[in-house]
């Protein structure tokens, strides 16, 4: 830093505007991560970033030996929608699942709209790759790899392969029984 830039970086700390600005940091940090992940229900073996965003945690079950990323966000519905991830699910960076939606009726601002919940399941040994969204009433099987990028907006079978937007099944894991007939054809 040089000497000139030096007064302006002291006087940006000194601000009262700095302080209060971290201060709405750590509290929003306490409101969506330190809070929420106290209600969550979670099995042994748990990873999970500090950068995770939880929203009503009550509604939120995670299985045994579950990792999920970095600035990822599950978001479980205000009155019903519930988010279930099974043992050995594997979450990557900026994953984003939500068991809950706005509706569209004309007319009506989006913040008014009625909201639509429902559950999401994803399987046990689920593989979600980097920044994929999962949308309400989603279910995904077990033993399913979800590319980067795909948003899933219906349900995916267990054991397969699926990417895009939205996401479709693109093949099936090695070895599973849907591999082995698919190879039949």
């Not at 700390?13 to 709405?24: D, E, G, K, Q």
């Not at 045994?64 to 966000?73: D, L, P, W």
């Not at 009625?114 to 593989?127: F, M, N």
Request: hydrophobic share 40%.
């Amino acid at each position: 830093m040089t000497r000139r830039k030096m007064p302006e970086a002291i006087a940006r700390l000194a601000s009262p505007a700095t302080w209060a600005h971290a201060v709405r940091l750590v509290n929003f940090y306490g409101n969506v991560h330190v809070q929420q992940r106290r209600l969550v229900t979670t099995g042994p073996g748990l990873r999970m970033s500090p950068s995770v965003s939880l929203r009503n945690g009550q509604r939120i079950t995670l299985g045994r030996e579950v990792h999920i990323g970095e600035r990822s966000c599950l978001w479980a519905g205000d009155l019903s929608g519930r988010i279930s991830l099974g043992d050995n699910a594997l979450l990557g960076p900026e994953v984003f699942i939500t068991a809950s939606n706005y509706g569209v009726q004309a007319g009506k601002p989006v913040m008014y709209q009625d909201k639509h919940e429902a559950d999401v399941i994803i399987g046990a040994d689920v593989w979600l790759g980097v920044r994929v969204t999962v949308l309400p009433g989603v279910v995904i099987g077990d033993g399913a790899v979800v590319g980067a990028g795909s948003v899933v907006t219906k349900s995916l079978p267990a054991n397969c392969i699926a990417g895009g937007v939205p996401a479709k099944v693109i093949g099936w894991r090695p070895g599973s029984a849907q591999e082995a007939s698919a190879g039949d054809g």
